[in-house]
């Protein structure tokens, strides 16, 4: 199995454990005398599975990204730095936003208010930010589909 196969199925176990807890909560509580529409027993037992199954795919995801090397890093190297950038984009998008708006003043007497960083230059590393991200992206993608997965 490949990386890439692993990390959709961790997706639809995450899925899978999400809509059985909701079938069970569906049919936990029932009116005395009534049947549930379906065996919470049974419902229980698939939950356990799914839920051992991601257990061990994630631990064989997570021994594979932390032997796994792309451009000299590991992938849980790269997996943190796009996530720290992703993080850091976030907030400079957010200056952008504050830094690019206008105060209106209905009287040349009132308080002026002007932004300390220019909007466009914080525009600019805002796209610097969001195309290292994409590359990151493609380059674990593609590693991702080129590795085989470690299997405990």
Known sequence: MKLAEAL???????????????????????????????DPAELL???????????????????????TKADGLTLTQLIARKDALTVQLAAYRSLVSTAGQSTHR????EIRI????????????ADQLAGEIRRLD???QETNWKTKLIEL
């Open 8 to 38: 959709q199925e961790r997706a639809d176990l995450n899925r899978k454990i999400d809509e059985l807890g909701r079938r069970l909560n569906n049919c936990i509580l029932v009116q005395e005398g009534e049947e549930p529409p379906e």
């Open 45 to 67: 037992g698939e939950l356990d599975e799914a839920a051992a199954r991601l257990a061990t795919l994630m631990a064989s995801i997570n021994l594979t990204n932390s032997r």
């Open 106 to 109: 209905a009287r040349g007497t």
């Open 114 to 125: 002007k932004a300390l960083l220019k909007a466009s230059e914080l525009q600019k590393r």
């Open 138 to 140: 493609n380059l674990l």
